[in-house]
């Protein structure tokens, strides 16, 4: 049973993440407003739940579990390791006039795709794990 088709994406710290990421990249781009620290991670901060909610709402729409799909913590490492290797390693050296290195996005790539298992894949794996018993005891 199907809840909302937009289950994933009505959740606060995806919307949130999304608002965010908009209201940052149009003081930046629209505004020439720059705060130094903000320019430089907040946007690291924020791919992860972004990126990460946005591909489990589009799995929940084709995957037979629906709703109650959710992205493990391999998932979700994978998806850091991806960003860190392409954004820290390859495009620095093949695009160094756009891209630089810098540990610290990968620390906060690390702290956005936690804080998504934590506040997000937690909670819908034990939503799955409840239905899975209640399935099951029947």
Partial sequence: MITSPLHTLKLPLVWGAIILFIINQLLERVGNVYIPYIHAYLDDLLVMP???????????????????????????????????????????????????????DVLYYGIGGFVFYWIVARKAKKNWKKLFEKTSTD
Avoid: C, R
């Fill in 50 to 104: 972004i990126i990460l909610g946005l591909s489990t709402q589009i799995i929940q729409w084709i995957h037979p579990a629906k709703e109650y799909y959710y992205l493990s913590k391999t998932h979700i490492t994978i998806a850091v390791l991806f960003f860190s290797i392409v954004f820290e390693l390859i495009y620095p050296v093949v695009y160094p006039d756009n891209y630089t290195m810098d540990p610290l």
